[in-house]
């Protein structure tokens, strides 16, 4: 076999398992297997390992796991899911995945490099039935990604456009609340020029930063496994056709830098290609906005372009389109954002929607939702606000004081400069309410009309429309230290900013219909015999909603655990009835 740095193959490889993509339910599933004494290969068709997750934010949510902070019981989970995914509730995969969430963190901790931290973060409804103020969702641990050795030059580095020199941040860590009070604080100031410093030595010696958190800390921890246990990741090979011996799945034709390579895989194929948020053809028919003509723009990496389901597919396999409305996806306001050389990025509003005196409206200046929500919640209430109407659109909204103390979008709060990004079209800026609205086509009588009325309690701190801040999540991301309310607060004296926020998301609900224990099924429920899915190439779990921070990593993980214990053998099968009883034994 190939050293696991190495692009090449041999013109005819012979493994026990082939995983296609190199996200957290790929990686996940490969480890697994290989220390259940299983040969692995991974392969991926870009140059760079880590999907989807590199991007992400690194948390999983995983009830009732070791690092909860607050105790939780089963009936409670089970209520919550119940209620979240409504008339998608699948019970046999949902009692797998609430079994065995927390043995997995546990067997990853024990046995890998993968490790995690807890967080506060409440589920995206605490309020529903079942649902938990604090502590069900996970983090992983910051890593030393130069421990990677040459491979470092294969991570996916973390989305430019929420780096600050290429610098990560955790959204919920004091990284940030230091840099929001770096010309206030001496104290911030110093942590502020410490992190700088070492940055900067880190990009001299290794052209990257190298002290990752957050999704790309994930991605390298599950590649530093892989390693570890000597599973090789092939970059750059694209599986283009899966290979079948007597009705059942054996491998695949994988193209690789010109060249054509079978991989033969004795106990089947795990697809884990990252859904189709990037096959231009499949969103068009799924998404409601571009179904009407609307713009839609993802962060998720180019390359998630459904091959996955196309794979399947070809074998017969049922790519399950099943989430009606806004469910196909998990939704994610976003910005068009200049960048240096004439690139644009995509930049994901997850932390400016929660701060006091910033709004959301529409075209006709009004609001249509609790900005304070979750990124999907918003997003799911701006396609229903903008029905009916060719564009799909909101403009974050705010006065000279907000920007100045927490940033609009990409727009860095003070000291840094703004001209820039006016000057490119990112930012709007009016003297009045009056001269935002013309520069941005926005209904002026509309926009006047919403900040007097809204003006009116937030004074008060009381969001009288939408009860912004009245949700522990809601709060979760505001500004602690403003009071009474850390959501809400007027919009005051002039000049005005604003920031126009399209449609994007952070991946697909849909996908293939598999078993609970992942085997990919036929459109009649029958098996497709050594193909498996996992990740976001296997319908979500969640039924097309968006319960709580971490529902694709913390499923994608525990059903690759899963079933690359079925494959191994180590699992009941086909479905986890009785596999759940057989995890105990084996975690």
Request: hydrophobic residues 40%; contains cysteine.
């Amino acid at each position: 076999m190939s050293s696991p740095t190495s692009t090449s193959l041999p013109q005819d490889l012979i493994c026990d398992l082939l995983v296609i993509g190199s996200g957290a339910g790929g990686l996940a599933t490969a480890i697994t297997a290989r220390k259940l004494g299983l040969d692995v290969v991974v392969i991926e068709k870009e140059p760079v390992f880590g999907g989807t997750t590199a991007f992400s934010g690194g948390v999983l949510w995983i009830p009732g796991s070791r690092h909860a902070q607050v105790p939780d019981d089963r009936p409670a989970m089970r209520t919550y899911m119940r209620h979240q995914t409504g008339d998608y509730y699948d019970e046999a995969s949902v009692e797998a995945f609430l079994d065995n969430a927390p043995r997995m963190v546990e067997w990853f901790e024990r046995e890998t490099a993968v490790q995690f931290l807890p967080t506060l973060y409440p589920d995206y409804h605490p309020d529903a039935p079942g649902g938990a103020q604090v502590g069900r969702s996970i983090l992983a641990a910051p890593f030393d990604s130069s421990l990677l050795g040459a491979d470092l030059a294969r991570l996916r580095p973390p989305l430019e456009t929420i780096t600050f020199v290429g610098m990560m941040f955790n959204s919920s860590n004091a990284d940030l609340k230091h840099f929001f009070r770096a010309t206030k604080s001496l104290v911030s100031a110093a942590y502020v020029a410490r992190r700088l410093g070492g940055h900067l030595l880190d990009l001299l010696r290794y052209r990257r930063g190298v002290q990752v958190t957050s999704g790309n800390a994930l991605a390298a921890r599950l590649a530093k496994s892989c390693f570890d246990l000597g599973i090789p990741i092939h970059t750059n090979a694209d599986a283009r056709e899966l290979l079948l011996a007597d009705g059942r799945v054996n491998g695949a034709r994988v193209q690789l830098q010109g060249h054509e390579q079978r991989i033969t895989a004795r106990r089947g194929v795990v697809l884990a290609c990252g859904g189709y948020a990037q096959d231009l053809a499949r969103i068009a028919a799924r998404y409601p906005h571009l179904q009407r003509g609307g713009e839609h723009l993802s962060p998720v990496p180019e390359g998630n372009t459904g091959d996955g389901l196309r794979l399947a597919e070809a074998v017969g396999g049922h790519a399950d389109m099943r989430f009606d409305g806004t469910g196909a996806a998990a939704w994610m306001p976003v910005s068009l954002v200049p960048l240096s050389g004439g690139r644009v990025g995509v930049f994901p509003h997850l932390l400016d929607r929660y701060k006091p005196g910033i709004i959301g409206v529409l075209r006709n200046g009004r609001r249509f939702t609790n900005e304070s929500n979750s990124y999907h919640d918003v997003g799911a209430a701006m396609i229903e606000a903008c029905a009916g109407q060719q564009e799909t659109a909101m403009w974050l909204i705010c006065d000279q004081s907000t920007i100045s103390t927490y940033g609009l979008g990409y727009a860095k709060p003070a000291p840094m400069p703004l001209g820039g990004l006016i000057r490119k079209g990112y930012l709007f800026k009016g003297r009045t309410l009056a001269d935002l609205a013309r520069a941005t086509g926005i209904d002026a009588v509309g926009l006047e009309a919403t900040v007097h009325e809204y003006n009116d309690t937030a004074s008060h701190g009381v969001d009288a429309q939408f009860g912004r801040g009245t949700t522990a999540f809601n709060r979760y991301l505001a500004d602690p230290a403003h009071r009474p309310n850390p959501c809400v607060a007027p919009v005051g004296k002039g000049p005005y900013y604003a920031v126009k926020v399209l449609m994007g998301d952070l991946g697909t609900f849909d996908g293939l219909r598999t078993t609970a224990a992942g085997e990919v099924q036929r459109v009649d429920g029958s098996v497709i015999s050594g193909l498996y899915a996992v990740g976001n190439d296997r319908a979500s779990v969640m039924g097309g909603n968006y319960p709580g921070a971490g529902i694709t990593l913390g499923p994608a993980m525990t059903f690759g655990w899963l079933t690359a214990h079925v494959i191994a053998g180590a699992l009941a099968h086909p479905e986890f009835s009785s596999a759940t009883e057989a995890a105990r034994h084996v975690a």
